[in-house]
């Protein structure tokens, strides 16, 4: 098991990636709204529960498409001189370079409307989802603030906490004292031992 600060870096680790989950969640599937201009300039939103958007299109002011161009002017297109027709030789090779071309051509681009993409969670739904986020925040929250509070040191002063430094170090000074004893009794007992032992063998 580990520490209780190596606990509460973990705890830390991971309420933050509580907090990116949930902010992704609600960007996510919160409800779509609708932007509409007026003929005074204002804006207005309208939301839309069920996920879906109102049409609107390209040429409109709300979509911030640009008005249909003019006509272009027939008189400066018809004053143009008739092309030369190209020789019969050069034809086909002119074909087989457009039919080549057309063929290496990139695919056009997918409608975003055809790729499936998952329902949108109903209205009821997505506030049940958002109770359940700020639940486990909560949760992890506190959770936190309890490794906070079983921390040593903490509710002492910094005079007891050197004090009790102090203690330890003399504390580990005798144990170390004692462990050297006890290693010098060891080699006495292996001195005896080994004696006892040539003893037998000349026997």
């Known amino acids: 098991m580990a520490d209780r600060l190596t606990q509460l870096q973990d705890a830390l680790d991971e309420l933050a990636t509580q907090f990116y989950a949930s902010i992704r969640y609600i960007s996510t599937n919160h409800p779509s709204s609708t932007l509409s201009i007026s003929a005074d300039g204002t804006t207005s939103f309208s939301a839309n529960n069920n996920g879906t958007q109102n049409p609107v299109s390209k040429g409109s002011p709300a979509s911030g498409g640009a008005p249909s161009p003019p006509a272009t002017d027939l008189v400066s297109t018809q004053s143009q001189p008739p092309s030369q027709p190209a020789p019969r030789g050069r034809k086909k090779s002119k074909d087989k370079g457009k039919k080549k071309d057309k063929d290496n051509s990139p695919p056009p681009p997918q409608d975003p409307s055809d790729i499936n993409t998952p329902p949108l ?83």
């Not at 359940?132 to 002063?157: F, N």
Request: overall charge negative; hydrophobic content about 40%.
């Open 121 to 203: 969670p109903t209205p009821a739904q997505f506030q049940l989802d958002q109770r359940e986020l700020a639940r486990d925040l909560i949760l992890k929250e506190q959770q936190i603030e309890y490794l906070i509070s079983v921390l040593p040191g903490i509710g002492t002063s910094e005079v007891q906490q050197l004090e009790r430094l102090r203690v330890l170090e003399r504390e580990l000074r005798d144990a170390e004292v004692e462990r050297l004893k006890a290693l010098e009794e060891k080699e006495e007992v292996l001195e005896r031992l080994d004696g006892v032992i040539r003893g037998l063998r000349k026997v």
